[in-house]
């Protein structure tokens, strides 16, 4: 298949770039460069022997999507391409709309025009909101807390209302848990601009001495030992789940509009991922519990049976395999 990845340089559309090229699809980045640097195309181009295309552009600039999409013959489009920071989606909302919602409507429209109609997105465990039991399952009531789940939200109903209106759209809503780690290869990975809002990142610039200490945020759940759970996996697994989307939509099941959950199904702490990242580095990660961050739940995690039913996609890599990761990255990430 020709593969269009909106949002293609970033963490994860990068990972997933290096996935479906060596499934043997042909991979077109199309990215705005808002949230990623052109050198991750060079470095997934080392990964795989070859250089992928890169088109710099907007999703909101439909003459060049649908260009993009014309002439590279596109089958099928991943769309990475969105803004991920909570605390600013509060801040600023319309830019949020704009970019997530307004972008999509843009891309969905490119799309229609050019007869691609095979679309896999990247949602959120936010859409569900405070969980109201675990493990949370696809069937779990959506609801939104913030700006940017309410973007995710709404592009997800109007996924799912273009399904309805008209049979031949095929579309995967993939709800991703926590995405942490990295490229085996050490060569890509997350590279947050200025201090990380995500627990990996954070502990492993602690590791390296850029950061004093990691902030605990709550040490009073109700949880094992009191910080919070979630349901962290490898960005690698992730990658795979977007090619068994893609494959599962090919198929004649794929008709329609699906969720499915990227999850791994376990639930691991904070403090166990501060020591899990201390086995892997054999750095210290000193670390303070502070006041609960506000808005987060104490607990979240996957069931992703649907996933490993429908879609014959499950987790492979587990907590150590992440941190490890991360860390040969993180020490990559130092010689930049
Ligand atoms: P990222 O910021 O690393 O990647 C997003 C990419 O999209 C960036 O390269 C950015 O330059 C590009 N982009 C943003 N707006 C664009 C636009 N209007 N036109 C073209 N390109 C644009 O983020 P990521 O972590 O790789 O996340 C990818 C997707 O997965 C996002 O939609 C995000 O909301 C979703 N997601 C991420 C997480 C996570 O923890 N990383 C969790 C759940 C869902
Ligand atoms: N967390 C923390 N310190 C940090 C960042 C995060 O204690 O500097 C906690 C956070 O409260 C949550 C977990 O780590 O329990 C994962 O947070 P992250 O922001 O990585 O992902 P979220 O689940 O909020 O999307």
Request: hydrophobic share 40%.
């Amino acid at each position: 298949m020709n593969i269009l990845l909106t949002g293609g340089s970033g963490y994860i559309g990068s990972h997933a770039a290096v996935a479906l090229a060596q499934a043997g699809h042909k991979v077109v980045l199309y990215d705005n460069l808002s949230n990623s640097q052109l050198d991750v195309v060079s470095r997934v181009g080392r990964i795989l022997g070859y250089p992928l295309v890169l088109i710099e552009g907007d999703v909101r600039a439909p003459d060049l999507l649908g260009q993009a999409l014309r002439e590279h013959s596109i089958d099928a489009v991943v769309h990475f391409a969105g803004l991920k920071a909570v605390g600013e989606s509060v801040a600023q909302p319309l830019t949020y709309y704009d970019n997530n919602v307004t972008g999509t409507q843009c891309l969905l429209r490119a799309m229609h025009r050019c007869g691609v109609r095979t679309l896999v997105f990247s949602s959120s465990a936010t859409v569900y909101g405070e969980p109201r039991y675990l493990p949370l399952d696809e069937r779990h009531p959506t609801s939104a807390v913030n700006p940017y789940g309410r973007s995710k939200l709404h592009i997800e109903e109007m996924l799912s209302d273009l399904a309805l209106s008209d049979a031949s759209w095929r579309i995967a809503c993939l709800r991703y848990f926590n995405p942490v780690g990295a490229h085996e290869s050490g060569l890509i990975g997350e590279d947050p601009n200025g201090i990380p809002n995500n627990l990996m990142p954070y502990i492993a610039q602690v590791a390296t001495g850029r950061r004093d200490r990691v902030s605990v945020f709550g040490g009073d759940y109700e949880t094992p030992d009191g910080t919070g759970v979630r349901d962290y996996i490898h960005v690698t697994d992730l990658a795979h789940g977007h090619l068994a989307a893609l494959n599962f939509l090919a198929s004649a099941s794929g008709v329609g509009w699906h969720a499915f959950n990227l999850g791994t199904g376990k639930g691991h702490s904070v403090l166990e991922v501060i020591q899990a990242f201390e086995r892997a580095s054999g750095m210290k990660v000193p670390y303070e519990i502070v006041a609960r961050r506000a808005g987060d739940v104490a607990s979240s995690y996957a069931s992703s049976d649907k996933a490993r039913h429908m879609l014959g996609w499950q987790a492979k890599l587990g907590l150590d395999e992440m941190c490890a990761s991360a860390w040969r990255w993180q020490r990559y990430c130092a010689q930049l």
